[in-house]
């Protein structure tokens, strides 16, 4: 009889611990990894489910829409993070893509610098390098610096489809991440670039497009074309994590609108 109890007690005390163990445990873990333009709603997003969920860990990599993609197809992170939609061949692979929001593409210029509106075809004409002296376009004389994301970007991708600019664009620098390309127009009076709205600040101007300037309501509108979708990157033959699936749910709710909205982008719901 007394091993019997002894037997039991021992059983009782394993269950007690397993319980503690997850206890400690049950908040979770989730990763995301992509585009640096959406840092700032992930970032709210983020914020937000931490403070809802006591013990969870949410990280976030910014490298990049293109290595986004690439992680989650490698398995690296639980939802990859673009700033373009995917292409076919990456949907072939199975990935899919879930839009969270849009946002809009502010062409962008040094502060100093006289001009406010341009046309798509102009925008065009200087990036391809058949325009390229700012007296063409009503800046002052000197020569335009273009500058532009690196290969792979969800900006540049964006940017360059709408523009019709693919494969012909002729930079003077290519950045990698919305950070650099502001931070280098507003030191150079002559230079010209791209950047995610919610990221543009009054230390660089953003032009008008066909006489539409960038704003949320623009972008919501349409009436800004010069705009990209903020993708949720996943992999359709594989289950996202408790946690994770708890957090693409919380994002893409209407709970999230108004945590998105004041990030500077348009909910997709």
Known sequence: MKKLISVILAGLMAVMALGGCSKEDEGGSMSTDGS????EV??????????????????????????????????????GLSSRSLKDEEKSEGLEETVLAYDGIAIIVNTENPVSDWSLEQIAGIYKGEITDWSEVGGQSGEIVVIGREAGSGTRDGFESITGTEDECSYRQELTSTGD????????PNAIGYASLSAVKDTVKALS????????????DGSYVVQRPFVFV?????????TAQSFFDFATSEDANELITSAGVVPAN
């Not at 390309?181 to 150079?188: F, L």
């Open 234 to 242: 996943t992999k359709s033959d594989a289950e996202l994590s408790e």
């Open 209 to 220: 497009v066909g006489g539409v300037a960038p704003s949320e309501d623009t972008v919501k």
């Open 36 to 39: 640096t333009s959406m840092s």
């Open 42 to 79: 992930i970032g709210v997003l983020g914020e937000a489910f931490q403070q809802e969920n006591e013990g969870v860990s949410f990280t976030y990599n910014p490298t990049g829409s293109g290595s986004g993609i690439e992680a989650v197809l490698a398995g690296r992170c639980d939802i």
């Open 181 to 188: 390309v502001i931070t280098t127009v507003a030191g150079n």
